[in-house]
């Protein structure tokens, strides 16, 4: 409920509605809600810590789109990321 989401929709959740790769980067789009602030988050491993991608993104009621060059291409093996809310 914090991320604005309608609890009795199962559908209405906090979540990459969009993954796009585009060479050696990625674009991500998300659902935002007016009032909040949200980060990218990426890591290597699940059982590892997440760095934030970027600086926090403000919600604005549409989807925002955000661009990464996080390893795409690169020697690493896999990538997981999510999105956080911030406030």
Do not use: C
């Not at 559908?11 to 991500?28: N, Q, W």
């Not at 659902?31 to 760095?51: F, I, Q, V």
């Amino acid at each position: 409920f914090l991320a604005g989401t309608d609890r009795r929709d199962p559908t209405d959740t906090l979540r990459i509605i969009a993954l796009e790769p585009s060479g050696y980067r990625l674009r991500f789009g998300f659902a935002t809600m007016p009032g909040h602030s949200y980060s990218l988050e990426s890591t290597g491993s699940l059982d590892a810590n997440w760095s934030v991608l970027g600086s926090p993104m403000p919600g604005n009621g549409s989807t925002v789109w955000v661009w990464t060059t996080n390893d795409v291409g690169s020697n690493v093996r896999q990538r997981f990321y999510r999105i956080k809310l911030n406030n």
